[in-house]
């Protein structure tokens, strides 16, 4: 069934994908003042929103790992903030290409950058503390503890713009200003692309999750090997 | 020129998202691979050591 959901999932993001990147790259017109250039952020703002969410779902599977100690929602952790971090990653690469034509420089240590890079650093010492630690339970803990920690972060992130006069662009989807920063084709894209984006993230959750069940399947039947 | 400098970053961009991306995939695609090679290999030691009970 699960394996279903999966092909289901992946082949409506595909379709969505090629949809989108024809609109991207054919029907919408180069933006006035930043050129062709700006098309980076069909990509950059819904690969954001979406590691934004994985760490959400992350952090909430945590707490909830941390009040039932039921293992699953350890692997729900783990799979969303891998994934995540992989859009993190797409978010820090597609801006600072952006910012060298715009701003002319690939980083500058302004409070929206910086705040993404700790977030970046911070999920990616979670993943490194999970190989450190071969004890699953105090893995579990340790671990959930710290995404919750880390998620603190996300909040900076998306507040940044708002709380500091930043570099970084201020909030442009009517969704936060309530309309009127940005041409309404353009931001249906954006929106269009997020869709696409979730269900492909949506994917690889359930493909890492799946991946997890099976390793704690080979631990069990590793212990059951030894006792015979 | 400016305009070439700007589409080429265009570009960029979006050879960075597949490649970030594609580099995630087969990644997964690998430790699949793998996890699949360890279950077989535990599951074949567990045979073994009940056949030799």
């Given at each position: 069934m699960r394996e279903k959901i999966i092909y289901i999932l992946a082949a409506a993001a595909a379709v969505l994908l090629v949809r989108n990147l024809y609109v991207i790259l054919l029907g919408l017109p180069d933006e006035a003042q930043q050129g062709p250039i700006y098309r980076i952020m069909f990509f950059h703002i819904p690969s954001a929103i979406t590691c934004f969410i994985g760490f959400f779902a992350a952090g909430i599977s945590s707490a909830i790992y941390l009040a039932?100690?039921?293992?699953?929602?350890?692997?729900?952790?783990?799979?969303?903030?891998?994934?995540?971090?992989?859009?993190?990653?797409?978010?820090?690469?597609?801006?600072?290409?952006?910012?060298?034509?715009?701003?002319?420089?690939?980083?500058?240590?302004?409070?929206?950058l910086t705040s993404m890079l700790v977030c970046?650093?911070?999920?990616?010492?979670?993943?490194?503390?999970?190989?450190?630690?071969?004890?699953?339970?105090?893995r579990a803990k340790f671990s959930a503890v710290l995404s919750i920690f880390a998620f603190s972060d996300v909040i900076i992130v998306w507040k940044s713009i708002e709380w500091w006069r930043t570099q970084h662009p201020g909030p442009v989807l009517s969704i936060r200003t309530g309309g009127g920063r940005m041409d309404p084709a353009m931001e249906a894209a954006i929106y269009?692309?997020?869709?696409?984006?979730?269900?492909?993230?949506?994917?690889?959750?359930?493909?890492?999750?799946?991946?997890?069940?099976?390793?704690?399947?080979?631990?069990?039947?590793?212990?059951?090997?030894?006792a015979i | 020129m400016v305009e070439a400098?700007?589409?080429?970053?265009?570009?960029?961009?979006?050879?960075?998202?597949?490649?970030?991306?594609?580099?995630?995939?087969?990644?997964?695609?690998?430790?699949?691979?793998?996890?699949?090679?360890?279950?077989?290999?535990?599951?074949g030691l567990i045979d073994e050591r009940e056949r030799a009970r």
């Open positions: 039932t100690k039921n293992p699953r929602y350890d692997a729900i952790d783990v799979a969303s903030t891998e994934v995540s971090l992989a859009f993190a990653t797409v978010v820090l690469a597609t801006g600072s290409i952006w910012a060298r034509i715009i701003w002319g420089i690939w980083w500058t240590w302004d409070a929206r970046w650093l911070l999920y990616a010492s979670y993943l490194m503390l999970r190989r450190a630690i071969d004890e699953p339970t105090q269009w692309n997020l869709l696409a984006l979730i269900l492909f993230g949506l994917v690889l959750v359930l493909v890492r999750l799946r991946q997890e069940e099976t390793r704690r399947e080979i631990d069990g039947m590793r212990q059951m090997a030894h | 400098r700007n589409l080429l970053y265009m570009f960029y961009g979006f050879v960075a998202v597949w490649v970030i991306l594609a580099a995630y995939v087969v990644s997964l695609v690998a430790r699949e691979r793998n996890l699949k090679k360890e279950l077989t290999r535990v599951r």
